[in-house]
């Protein structure tokens, strides 16, 4: 299932960039990490934090493009949760980039080192795949439909609210 | 502030079965007053707040109590409304609100099976009903057709006339069930208050998969459904209007209804016939609570039974992956299940059950298990995708027997209104635990027959609620161990009737919704009878001999 999200930053790569702001992700990244996001290289970093945030989430979530309205609605919920959110993601990036922890070991790397930077990943894989930010009483929604969880499987369901088809549509062999 | 603050019949709670039972009463000719604890809902609303909830699994989070009428929460945090004297919990949920706890039901509309009204005779277990089921019949057919129910014959419970709509189309994943479990178990669509065409002016399921908490589209029948009919046929409603006091004359009859508005303000209701449809746990708790020297106990309670013989449908499961892809989350939550377990000998030994299976959407909850499991990176949406293809889950639905020690009682600890809370009282005995336990064998078996992997059976000795209250205003002949008679009218008080969930003796194994209703309706039709042509089919259908 590909992404049909208009904004998404893959689609823009060739879209006319400032110069003076032609910093790209790819000075974030070691050779690495650019592995498990080709498509990041060429996108613009202007803000170093930003960037940073951008090439995290997308080694978190595995995704070969980001909404980039969407990264930054959920990078201000996050700083603003967060108060050392933006150093912290800085700290995670370079952590990855230097030890080239496989994402899908990254948790248990951290978890048996005690990291302060434990809880990173999974508030920022809650904000995009949920569309969750914080937890408990404090938790707040910033997305349910473009939550990734609902993009990645929307070739097949609807979310939960939102109408599936027409009477009886549902009685067909889910077509994947 | 109402015009009038009085009426021939006045009803407290505008839930689906209050709402129904003033709705028949209206249209006979009746004045009739609706007070109702909560404020009035709208539905775009509700649906917003779910869309906007960071908790969507907990259906509760888009119906926050009001201060003046509260209602039990318990996600993020309990708000200790429902006080829990244990050993057991009893987690039960409903909402304060104009409508009711419908807003967010299920809209499972069963009919009991004919046996479940006589168990004490056939198996020597709970007690008897004071009617059949072959007097329920048409009143069961008089709910089905108000609410628009859809449904097949092959579920077990006989039937004069045929169901309003066909069955709701069945799910892929349903199918699948239904074909691969057959011959060992038949799986059969669900009885449910839930359009397959467009009925009295709503409109067939497009599938959104959220009945519970909300069906934006109102293709199930809600009971704002049944609070409009009521008021179009000339019952008046009075929101916010949190009835704290129920009041006697010396002779016993029910003079007045006290309620408080949000403000607090006092307010004082008169009326010749009184109905109380408050649920399953606020209705007793205002028979306790309106207690007078002449009735130390509470208002209908000269048996002591008020608040006693706390039942509901605990549930046991087991969450599996199956074998092939089936995508729960297509169509409606709850399509499918198994009804061959309902009945038998093994009554007087064991209780029985149903077999329900969800089609639930899958996906929120494997993204919360993926990110709890930490699987982060490319495996993030190989995993979701899988799982949620795969993720299935059976429950069972346990009949709990009538045991006076489970109860609604008043706690010490008041709410915002200095209204006590009510105190549950529970356990769950052997004779469900041993239920419980059978079904772990058909639980297996169904997972062999599905390919299962990944097995996960709930955890030994939790129960799941499935909030269906009854046992609480228990109906019965005798007035030492009873609350109401056959028809709802308590046995202390002619001029009060109880509507609800709460007046069934037993639980059975059934949602109880409809069992209410027709209840609830018969309870009207005892109160003002029907114009003569109505009455006259209603008569021949409780006449009839059923098959
Ligand atoms: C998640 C969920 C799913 C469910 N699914 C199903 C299902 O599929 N099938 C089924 O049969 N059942 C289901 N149920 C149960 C069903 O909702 C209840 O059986 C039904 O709502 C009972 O109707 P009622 O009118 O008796 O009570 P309610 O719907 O609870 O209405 C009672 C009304 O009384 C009002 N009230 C309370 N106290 C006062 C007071 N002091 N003064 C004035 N008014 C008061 C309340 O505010 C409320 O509006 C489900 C319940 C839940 C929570
Ligand atoms: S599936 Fe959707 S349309 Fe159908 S009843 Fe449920 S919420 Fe309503």
Redesign the interface.
Same mark, same amino acid.
């Given at each position: 299932?590909a992404t049909n999200l208009p904004g998404s930053i893959g689609t823009r790569c060739d879209s006319p960039v400032d110069p003076s702001r032609r910093r790209l992700l790819a000075g974030l990244l070691t050779a690495y990490t650019a592995s498990?996001i080709p498509w990041a290289l060429a996108q613009p970093a202007p803000h170093a934090d930003r960037g940073a945030f951008t090439a995290l989430s997308a080694? &978190? !979530?595995?995704?070969q493009a980001l909404d980039a309205a969407q990264a930054t609605r959920l990078y201000d919920a996050l700083a603003a949760a967060h108060p050392n959110f933006p150093a912290d993601v800085q700290a995670l990036l370079a952590l990855i980039n230097e030890r080239h922890i496989?994402? &899908?070991q990254?948790?248990?790397v951290l978890?048996g080192e005690h990291s302060p930077l434990a809880p990173l $990943?999974?508030q920022i894989? =809650?904000a995009w /795949? &949920?569309g969750?930010?914080?937890s408990?009483?404090g938790?707040? /929604?910033v997305a349910?439909?473009t939550a990734l969880?609902?993009v990645?499987?929307a070739d !097949? &369901?609807?979310?939960?609210?939102?109408?599936?088809? =027409?009477?009886?549509?549902?009685?067909?062999? $889910?077509n994947? | 502030m109402p015009a009038q603050l009085s009426a021939d019949i006045v009803v407290i709670g505008s839930g689906i079965v209050g709402a129904l039972a003033a709705r028949r009463l209206a249209q006979q000719g009746a004045s009739v007053l609706i007070l109702e604890a909560g404020p009035r809902l709208e539905s775009a609303r509700i649906v917003a707040a779910f869309r906007n909830s960071p908790l969507k699994g907990n259906w509760m989070a888009p119906y926050p109590p009001s201060p003046w009428a509260p209602h039990p929460i318990y996600v993020p945090k309990d708000n200790g409304y429902l006080k829990q004297a244990g050993p057991y919990p009893y987690p039960a949920e409903y909402i304060r609100a104009v409508g009711g706890t419908t807003w967010h039901w299920a809209a499972q509309a069963w009919r009991l099976v004919p046996n479940d009204v006589r168990i004490k005779s056939l198996y020597g277990v709970g007690v008897d009903w004071p009617l059949t089921y072959e007097e329920l019949d048409p009143w069961y057919q008089e709910a089905e057709e108000i609410l628009g129910v859809a449904g097949a014959d092959n579920t077990g419970s006989p039937r004069q006339h045929p169901f309003p709509m066909e069955p709701v189309a069945e799910p892929w994943s349903m199918r699948r069930f239904r074909e691969r479990l057959a011959p060992a178990y038949p799986v059969v669509a669900n009885t449910v208050a839930r359009n397959s065409r467009g009925y009295d002016g709503r409109p067939a399921c497009v599938g959104n998969n959220s009945c519970q908490p909300i069906c934006p589209v109102n293709a199930q029948y809600l009971g704002i459904n049944a609070v409009e009919a009521a008021e179009a046929a000339g019952a008046k409603l009075v929101p916010n209007a949190v009835v704290y006091r129920i009041e006697h004359d010396a002779k016993g009859r029910i003079a007045a209804l006290h309620y408080y508005a949000p403000d607090k303000s006092e307010h004082r209701v008169t009326g010749k016939t009184f109905i109380l449809a408050a649920n399953g746990i606020e209705s007793p708790k205002l028979l306790l609570l309106s207690a007078s020297s002449k009735y130390p106990n509470g208002l209908a309670n000269s048996s002591g039974m008020v608040g006693r013989h706390l039942m509901d449908h605990p549930s046991t499961s087991l969450t599996f992956y199956a074998d092939e892809e089936l995508w729960l989350g297509r169509g409606p939550q709850s399509p499918s299940s198994i009804n061959t377990l309902r009945d038998g000998a093994f009554r007087s030994q064991h209780a029985p059950y149903r077999l329900d299976f969800t089609n639930i959407s899958q996906v929120y909850g494997v993204t919360n298990d993926l990110i709890k499991e930490g699987v982060y990176g490319a495996e993030f949406e190989k995993q979701l995708r899988w799982r949620a293809a795969r993720q299935v889950n059976v429950k069972n639905v346990l009949e709990v027997l009538p045991n006076p020690d489970n109860r609604i009682a008043l706690s010490a600890e008041k709410d915002a209104m200095g209204i006590p809370k009510p105190e549950a009282h529970y356990a769950i005995d052997d004779y469900t635990r041993r239920a419980a336990e059978v079904s772990k064998a058909d639980f297996a078996r169904i997972a062999e027959l599905m390919g299962g992997t990944g097995l996960r059976y709930s955890a030994e000795g939790q129960f799941a609620n499935n909030q269906h209250i009854t046992g609480t205003m228990s109906m019965g002949n005798d007035p030492a161990s009873s609350v109401v008679d056959a028809f709802g009218r308590t046995h202390d008080h002619e001029n009060l009737f109880v509507c609800s969930t709460g007046v069934m003796p037993t639980a059975a194994t059934m949602n109880s919704t409809l069992t209410a209703v027709a209840l609830a309706l018969r309870t009207a039709e005892h109160i003002l009878p029907a114009k003569q042509a109505r009455a006259a089919t209603a008569h021949a259908g409780r006449e009839a001999d059923l098959a």
């Amino acid at each position: 299932m590909a992404t049909n999200l208009p904004g998404s930053i893959g689609t823009r790569c060739d879209s006319p960039v400032d110069p003076s702001r032609r910093r790209l992700l790819a000075g974030l990244l070691t050779a690495y990490t650019a592995s498990l996001i080709p498509w990041a290289l060429a996108q613009p970093a202007p803000h170093a934090d930003r960037g940073a945030f951008t090439a995290l989430s997308a080694i &978190l !979530v595995g995704r070969q493009a980001l909404d980039a309205a969407q990264a930054t609605r959920l990078y201000d919920a996050l700083a603003a949760a967060h108060p050392n959110f933006p150093a912290d993601v800085q700290a995670l990036l370079a952590l990855i980039n230097e030890r080239h922890i496989d994402p &899908l070991q990254l948790q248990g790397v951290l978890d048996g080192e005690h990291s302060p930077l434990a809880p990173l $990943p999974r508030q920022i894989v =809650s904000a995009w /795949c &949920l569309g969750v930010i914080g937890s408990g009483e404090g938790a707040r /929604c910033v997305a349910y439909e473009t939550a990734l969880n609902a993009v990645i499987v929307a070739d !097949v &369901l609807k979310p939960p609210t939102y109408a599936y088809g =027409s009477y009886g549509s549902w009685a067909a062999k $889910p077509n994947t | 502030m109402p015009a009038q603050l009085s009426a021939d019949i006045v009803v407290i709670g505008s839930g689906i079965v209050g709402a129904l039972a003033a709705r028949r009463l209206a249209q006979q000719g009746a004045s009739v007053l609706i007070l109702e604890a909560g404020p009035r809902l709208e539905s775009a609303r509700i649906v917003a707040a779910f869309r906007n909830s960071p908790l969507k699994g907990n259906w509760m989070a888009p119906y926050p109590p009001s201060p003046w009428a509260p209602h039990p929460i318990y996600v993020p945090k309990d708000n200790g409304y429902l006080k829990q004297a244990g050993p057991y919990p009893y987690p039960a949920e409903y909402i304060r609100a104009v409508g009711g706890t419908t807003w967010h039901w299920a809209a499972q509309a069963w009919r009991l099976v004919p046996n479940d009204v006589r168990i004490k005779s056939l198996y020597g277990v709970g007690v008897d009903w004071p009617l059949t089921y072959e007097e329920l019949d048409p009143w069961y057919q008089e709910a089905e057709e108000i609410l628009g129910v859809a449904g097949a014959d092959n579920t077990g419970s006989p039937r004069q006339h045929p169901f309003p709509m066909e069955p709701v189309a069945e799910p892929w994943s349903m199918r699948r069930f239904r074909e691969r479990l057959a011959p060992a178990y038949p799986v059969v669509a669900n009885t449910v208050a839930r359009n397959s065409r467009g009925y009295d002016g709503r409109p067939a399921c497009v599938g959104n998969n959220s009945c519970q908490p909300i069906c934006p589209v109102n293709a199930q029948y809600l009971g704002i459904n049944a609070v409009e009919a009521a008021e179009a046929a000339g019952a008046k409603l009075v929101p916010n209007a949190v009835v704290y006091r129920i009041e006697h004359d010396a002779k016993g009859r029910i003079a007045a209804l006290h309620y408080y508005a949000p403000d607090k303000s006092e307010h004082r209701v008169t009326g010749k016939t009184f109905i109380l449809a408050a649920n399953g746990i606020e209705s007793p708790k205002l028979l306790l609570l309106s207690a007078s020297s002449k009735y130390p106990n509470g208002l209908a309670n000269s048996s002591g039974m008020v608040g006693r013989h706390l039942m509901d449908h605990p549930s046991t499961s087991l969450t599996f992956y199956a074998d092939e892809e089936l995508w729960l989350g297509r169509g409606p939550q709850s399509p499918s299940s198994i009804n061959t377990l309902r009945d038998g000998a093994f009554r007087s030994q064991h209780a029985p059950y149903r077999l329900d299976f969800t089609n639930i959407s899958q996906v929120y909850g494997v993204t919360n298990d993926l990110i709890k499991e930490g699987v982060y990176g490319a495996e993030f949406e190989k995993q979701l995708r899988w799982r949620a293809a795969r993720q299935v889950n059976v429950k069972n639905v346990l009949e709990v027997l009538p045991n006076p020690d489970n109860r609604i009682a008043l706690s010490a600890e008041k709410d915002a209104m200095g209204i006590p809370k009510p105190e549950a009282h529970y356990a769950i005995d052997d004779y469900t635990r041993r239920a419980a336990e059978v079904s772990k064998a058909d639980f297996a078996r169904i997972a062999e027959l599905m390919g299962g992997t990944g097995l996960r059976y709930s955890a030994e000795g939790q129960f799941a609620n499935n909030q269906h209250i009854t046992g609480t205003m228990s109906m019965g002949n005798d007035p030492a161990s009873s609350v109401v008679d056959a028809f709802g009218r308590t046995h202390d008080h002619e001029n009060l009737f109880v509507c609800s969930t709460g007046v069934m003796p037993t639980a059975a194994t059934m949602n109880s919704t409809l069992t209410a209703v027709a209840l609830a309706l018969r309870t009207a039709e005892h109160i003002l009878p029907a114009k003569q042509a109505r009455a006259a089919t209603a008569h021949a259908g409780r006449e009839a001999d059923l098959a």
